[in-house]
Every structure is written in C-alpha cells, then in structure tokens.
Nanobody, 121 residues
Framework: QVQLLESGGGLVQAGDSLRLSCVAS????????MGWFRQAPGKERELVAA????????NYADSAKGRFTISRDNAKNTVYLQMNSLKPEDTAVYYC??????????????WGQGTQVTVSL
C-alpha cells in the first residue's frame, strides 16, 4: 500500500508559478513510476506529466511542455511538479499518482486526494 499526500496548490494569477509536492509513504517509493494528473470541472482526468522510477524518463502532455517540469527525490519519497507561466485553463484539481508505464497510458495503482490549483486572469 502507498499513501500519497499532495500540497502546494492555491490561487494564483495568470503568468505566476506554483510548485506542487507529493510525499509518499508505505511501500518502496522508488519502485514506482509517478505521475501528475488533473481534472477540471466537467472534464475527464488527464495526465499532465509522468516520470520513471529513476527519473530518467519524463513525459508531458502537450499543454504542459515547456512550462511544467516533473522531478522526484527518492531519498525524500517526494515527487514535484513545477508549473510556470500558468494560464486560466490550467485551473483544475491536481492528483499525484503512483504506478507503472510513465506515459499517456500510465497504469495507476495509487491516487492522492488532490490539490486545487486556480489561475485567475
């Protein structure tokens, strides 16, 4: 079992930056690929970024490329999502996930509870 706890969400203005953090506890964190997903009201949950267990493979949604950076620190059991140049369309609940295949077809074994990100004009 893996427990995931996100933090770092909030209300910001367009163009601002935020860094989301997700701390994992339970089973060996370093054995899992990690991902950040988001879900906006009325829309399906979508992958934003994913990273392999070693950090050597990273994949991003087209909407995140060039603005968002995923990273992980296995010594701290933590995965991060640095979000720059935020846009109102980035407004969503952001979820941390642990699983396999760090890509758009990531298989998720565990979810966090989510953290709200709201970007105003």
């Amino acid at each position: 079992q893996v427990q995931l706890l996100e933090s770092g969400g909030g209300l910001v203005q367009a163009g601002d930056s935020l860094r989301l953090s997700c701390v994992a506890s339970g089973r060996i964190f370093s054995s899992y690929a990690m991902g950040w997903f988001r879900q906006a009201p009325g829309k399906e949950r979508e992958l934003v970024a994913a990273i392999s267990w070693s950090g050597g493979i990273k994949n991003y949604a087209d909407s995140a490329k060039g603005r968002f950076t995923i990273s992980r620190d296995n010594a701290k059991n933590t995965v991060y999502l640095q979000m720059n140049s935020l846009k109102p369309e980035d407004t969503a609940v952001y979820y941390c996930a642990a699983g396999r295949n760090p890509s758009r077809t990531m298989v998720v074994d565990y979810w966090g509870q989510g953290t709200q990100v709201t970007v105003s004009l």
